[in-house]
């Protein structure tokens, strides 16, 4: 009989006092339904580890403990295996959108195996599962990434916002739609595939995770006047239908501008423009709970 055994691929800057004793919790609960968790910090070891048959055979998933970044991780690093997310980071907004917080249940379902088949979104050989952003938010996340040194918090994010704010020139992009000629203009750009965002700002709330469509959301106009002006249509969910705010959704998106404009997907800085994202409809494979909506 083969025995079933469990990857945690811990992010060693996520998780505070709370959420660590949480992760204990649910190691001790995988331990009870005889699942043999084996925790990994470093990323290395645990594709040494994969690259043995007999190990990866016998694997029941990979649970990504740690942030958004973290699941998106260990999607790209094994976009065949079945991975279950652990929140442990800022935000952790593909498990909100599911309601994972309790490990005795994130255990259940470890042991019950059923995957979900979640639409990915591809930007070059990079796979992304809630969302990738052109503009103001990818420059912010740019700058923090470059001078993060430990575990973040939204509060982390006030300095470079306001810093960014000041001096960003905010770059007009173009954005092509599966295979319009004509492009949408804007200085901000949100491709979504789940409806949730940072900050609990509602960017681009019909967007559905299994409807083979990327939902996109272009914010025409520059400047920090107006990104308040948007922030407070997003608040009251005023920004819907906006006529000033051109919504659209696809399975292809061309961006285009006359100079480099950063990219980031989930939560990690990407690249620059110019760039193509793609979608890729039911390739991730996530142990989650089924929702009821």
Same mark, same amino acid.
């Given at each position: 009989?083969?025995?079933?055994?469990?990857?945690?691929?811990?992010?060693?800057?996520?998780?505070?006092?709370?959420?660590?004793?949480?992760?204990?919790?649910?190691?001790?609960?995988?331990? #009870?339904?005889?699942?043999?968790?084996?925790?990994?910090?470093? !990323?290395?070891?645990?594709?040494?580890?994969?690259?043995?048959?007999?190990?990866?055979?016998?694997? #029941?998933?990979?649970?990504?403990?740690?942030?958004?970044?973290?699941?998106?991780?260990?999607?790209?690093?094994?976009?065949?295996?079945?991975?279950?997310?652990?929140?442990?980071?800022?935000?952790?907004?593909?498990?909100?959108?599911?309601?994972?917080?309790?490990?005795?249940?994130?255990?259940?379902?470890?042991?019950?195996?059923?995957?979900?088949?979640?639409?990915?979104?591809?930007?070059?050989?990079?796979?992304?599962?809630?969302?990738?952003?052109?503009?103001?938010?990818?420059?912010?996340?740019?700058?923090?990434?470059?001078?993060?040194?430990?575990?973040?918090? #939204?509060?982390?994010?006030?300095?470079?916002?306001?810093?960014?704010?000041?001096?960003?020139?905010?770059?007009?992009?173009?954005?092509?739609?599966?295979?319009?000629?004509?492009?949408?203009?804007?200085?901000?750009?949100?491709?979504?595939?789940?409806?949730?965002?940072?900050?609990?700002? @509602?960017?681009? @709330?019909?967007?559905?995770?299994?409807?083979?469509?990327?939902?996109?959301?272009?914010?025409?106009?520059?400047?920090?006047?107006?990104?308040?002006?948007?922030?407070?249509?997003? !608040?009251?969910?005023?920004?819907?239908?906006?006529?000033?705010? @051109?919504?659209?959704?696809?399975?292809?998106? !061309?961006?285009?501008?006359?100079?480099?404009?950063?990219?980031?997907?989930?939560?990690?800085?990407?690249?620059?423009?110019?760039?193509?994202?793609?979608?890729?409809?039911?390739?991730?494979?996530?142990?989650?709970?089924?929702?009821?909506?």
């Amino acid at each position: 009989m083969i025995e079933r055994w469990v990857a945690i691929q811990r992010n060693p800057r996520s998780g505070s006092g709370r959420r660590r004793a949480k992760l204990r919790i649910l190691i001790r609960e995988l331990q #009870r339904r005889n699942l043999h968790p084996r925790l990994f910090r470093s !990323r290395h070891r645990l594709d040494r580890v994969l690259r043995q048959p007999e190990k990866r055979d016998s694997l #029941r998933c990979i649970v990504a403990a740690g942030g958004d970044g973290t699941v998106c991780d260990v999607i790209n690093r094994y976009p065949d295996l079945p991975v279950c997310p652990f929140p442990l980071g800022t935000e952790n907004l593909l498990c909100r959108h599911f309601g994972i917080d309790d490990p005795i249940l994130t255990a259940d379902q470890i042991e019950k195996g059923e995957c979900q088949s979640i639409d990915v979104g591809l930007l070059g050989d990079r796979r992304f599962l809630l969302m990738a952003s052109v503009g103001f938010d990818a420059h912010v996340i740019h700058r923090l990434h470059n001078s993060r040194r430990g575990n973040i918090s #939204r509060l982390t994010y006030a300095w470079p916002i306001l810093s960014a704010a000041a001096g960003y020139s905010f770059p007009s992009l173009r954005v092509f739609v599966d295979d319009a000629s004509e492009p949408i203009t804007g200085c901000l750009v949100v491709i979504a595939n789940f409806p949730e965002y940072a900050f609990g700002l @509602p960017l681009v @709330p019909e967007a559905v995770p299994s409807d083979g469509l990327l939902s996109v959301r272009v914010f025409p106009n520059p400047g920090a006047f107006s990104l308040l002006r948007y922030c407070r249509l997003l !608040r009251g969910h005023r920004h819907i239908d906006h006529p000033d705010i @051109p919504a659209a959704a696809g399975r292809k998106l !061309r961006i285009e501008s006359d100079v480099p404009v950063p990219v980031q997907i989930d939560g990690d800085p990407c690249g620059t423009t110019p760039c193509t994202i793609e979608l890729a409809p039911t390739e991730g494979r996530l142990l989650v709970p089924r929702r009821v909506d």
